[in-house]
């Protein structure tokens, strides 16, 4: 059973950076991805990667965080640099085996994690 697991949350000022980690194992798994949600928002996309490491972002995150894969350690990762106030939100790891291509399609994913704080205050 796949279920992913974040960690790495946590609290920054503007224009710093936190690395977000998440742990799925599964040979089944292609493509996993970052979401988020802000308070009283719906949940949106962030960045995709294959299981090939094509990654695809949302404009809004695009030359600030870097997703990767390391496929040894059944691990996922979201670098993200100079954040932002309106970055602050629950971040949610997922993954699917029914995917080829990088996506931000939610309904493509299976399998959610519980969910990471990221709050970054002005």
């Known amino acids: 059973q796949v279920q992913p697991r974040e960690s790495g949350g946590g609290s920054v000022q503007a224009g710093g950076s936190l690395r977000l980690s998440c742990a799925a194992s599964?040979?089944?798994?292609?493509?996993m991805g970052w979401f988020r949600q802000a308070p009283g928002k719906e949940r949106e996309g962030g960045a995709g990667?294959?299981?090939?490491?094509?990654?695809r972002y949302a404009d809004s995150v695009k030359g600030r965080f870097t997703i990767s894969r390391d496929y040894a350690k059944n691990a996922l990762y979201l670098q993200m640099n100079n954040l932002k106030p309106e970055d602050t939100a629950t971040y949610y790891c997922a993954a699917t085996s029914q995917c080829i291509i990088p996506t931000l399609y939610q309904p493509a994913f299976t399998h959610w994690g519980q969910g990471t704080q990221v709050t970054v205050s002005s």
């Open positions: 990667i294959s299981r090939g490491g094509t990654p």
């Open positions: 599964s040979a089944s798994i292609t493509c």
